[in-house]
């Protein structure tokens, strides 16, 4: 790539280049440069599948669909979540202004930047597969109170992107940040694949999709004899949770349209 008053660099290039150049950023992090190219990339409607599916989002896969299919976390952010927890103690042991705080600063940085990666290239696999097999696809909205209701991460102020213990146990607080992070991303990119393909994302309040009876509608918290079962004491419907949610999400999801059709 040639870079004005700077010439020729070499780059990595992570995806195909598609559409018209709109905008070019340069960015550092750390010793890391990144070129972001911004492409009007024209619609490309898909035909229509006749499919609707409803996502739940869980936090032992990454999420379930109405159909009964679990797309599982990508092992390589568990490892790196693991990893990471490493770093952030070591960086939050190290006194400050140390040669050892300085490398396990530069460490997190590191592993953060491979976990936003890996993230986004899972995301855009993921998304894929659901915009192309589906003409209408249910979501849970995302919600900022469903991610306050946890300790809120201290961002460490020597080190962007890092983050101090906040008293919470640190390996769910931090799996579960990764979650929700993860989560933001692929909607990001389901929507925009959804927008080019023609296809639709509906995002639903997600009050009560755990507690919801998929069958008949009944709302209760005793309708979860455990976090992975469902089972609705009025009507007996039993299924997976996280599969009921996403029946749940889709039916919700379905009569939004029908609203937004009819109005
Ligand atoms: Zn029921």
């Known amino acids: 790539m040639r870079l004005q008053g700077i010439g020729h660099v070499k780059v990595h290039q992570h995806r195909r280049v598609l559409g018209r150049v709109k905008t070019i950023s340069v960015t550092r992090e750390g010793r890391r ?3 972001i190219l911004s492409c009007d990339v024209p619609a490309e409607p898909l035909p229509p599948t006749g499919v ?4 739940d ?3 032992a896969a990454f999420l379930t669909t109405s159909a009964g299919e679990h797309d599982p976390n990508p092992t390589c952010l568990d490892r790196s979540a693991g990893r990471l927890g490493g770093a952030q103690r070591d960086l939050s042991r190290g006194r400050r202004g140390s ?3 300085r490398k396990a600063a530069a460490r997190v940085g590191m592993i953060s930047r491979r976990v936003a990666r890996q993230r986004l290239d899972h995301a855009h696999k993921t998304a894929l597969g659901l915009a192309r097999d ?4 249910a979501v849970e909205k995302l919600t900022v109170t469903g991610m306050t209701r946890r300790a809120k991460p201290r961002p460490d102020p020597d080190t962007p992107r890092a983050f101090l213990p906040n008293g919470q146990a640190a390996k769910s607080g931090l799996n579960r940040s990764i979650h929700d992070a993860g989560w933001g991303v692929f909607l990001g990119v389901l929507r925009a694949k959804a927008e080019r393909a023609g296809r639709v994302v509906v995002e639903v309040n997600a009050r009560h999709t755990s507690q919801r009876c998929a069958t008949c509608d009944h709302v209760t918290e005793d309708n979860r004899p455990t976090q992975a079962e469902f089972a609705c004491v009025r009507c007996g419907h039993t299924a997976d949770a996280d599969e009921n949610a996403a029946v749940t999400l889709l039916r919700a999801g379905r009569a939004r349209q029908a609203d937004a059709q009819a109005a």
Request: overall charge positive; glycine content about 12%; hydrophobic content about 60%.
């Open 52 to 55: 609707a599916v409803g996502v």
């Open 99 to 101: 040669a050892r705080r």
């Open 33 to 35: 440069w990144s070129v």
């Open 57 to 59: 989002v869980g936090v």
């Open 134 to 137: 589906h003409d209408l696809i």
